[in-house]
């Protein structure tokens, strides 16, 4: 059964630690993509990967790292200099970075620091 | 500055009934146009698309029209069932017929439907 998995589903962390989100699809899709959602907002796009061993920053990308070494594997790293980190974090992927190629969803990982 | 506007926070709509959400845009190079629907704890699951040559895209219960002129969208269900309770997020891209059209993605911030039994 293909899908998008993201664990842990909650996470916790002490301000200051650098915490790493993992992402694993089975697809075959070669964009993978970070969003972070905040109550009472739309998604924002923190990293975006068009192919393996690339990737691009968001609209949103201070204080955050990728790496994407593999093309089931897109993991996000929350450093300590992401202000804000307690956040909804939502993973995606699809066959490519297109139109009429919908974004496919992990179900996220709620970050919480304090 | 909010280039997606999803004004009404929530709906409520009785079951069996046309559930209608909005969505405005400012960005008139938006040419490609989405809706999601997500239930809590779980990621936005993609529900039905629409590109600027259209205006209207059917797929069974849901219809998006699109009113260029207008920069609005809207999401009609028909009839409505209490299994469509979610947020629906609308999002809008640029451009349609060239790489990053994902990346280039932007959200609403969601509106909350409630069908009543």
């Known amino acids: 059964d293909g899908g998008i998995t993201q664990s842990p589903k909650y996470l916790f962390r002490k301000e200051g630690q650098n915490v790493t989100l993992s992402c694993e699809q089975n697809l075959n899709h070669d964009a993978m993509y970070w969003y972070r959602q905040d109550p009472g907002q739309g998604l924002r796009l923190i990293y975006y990967s068009q192919i393996v061993n690339d990737f691009q920053k968001g609209d949103i990308a201070e204080g955050y790292s990728v790496s994407r070494e593999k093309k089931e594997s897109f993991p996000l790293t929350v450093t300590s200099a992401q202000k804000n980190p307690t956040a909804f974090y939502l993973c995606?992927?699809?066959?490519?970075?297109?139109?009429?190629?919908?974004?496919?969803f992990g179900n996220g990982t709620r970050l919480t620091v304090t | 500055d909010q280039q997606v506007k999803q004004n009404s926070p929530s709906l409520s709509v009785q079951e069996g009934r046309i559930s209608i959400l909005n969505c405005d845009y400012t960005?008139?190079?938006?040419?490609?146009f989405l809706w999601y629907k997500k239930y809590p704890a779980e990621g936005p699951t993609f529900l039905i698309s629409?590109?600027?040559?259209?205006d209207k895209n059917e797929d069974g219960r849901f219809t998006v029209f699109l009113n260029k002129s207008a920069k609005h969208l809207s999401l009609h269900i028909v009839p409505s069932q209490p299994g469509d309770s979610a947020v629906y997020f609308c999002?809008?891209?640029?451009?349609?017929?060239?790489?990053?059209?994902?990346?280039?993605?932007?959200f609403g911030k969601g509106i909350t439907l409630s069908v009543r039994p």
């Open positions: 999002a809008a891209s640029d451009p349609l017929s060239t790489t990053g059209a994902n990346s280039k993605l932007t």
């Open positions: 960005n008139s190079m938006f040419d490609y």
């Open positions: 995606a992927s699809s066959i490519a970075d297109r139109a009429r190629s919908p974004l496919h």
């Open positions: 629409i590109s600027s040559i259209k």
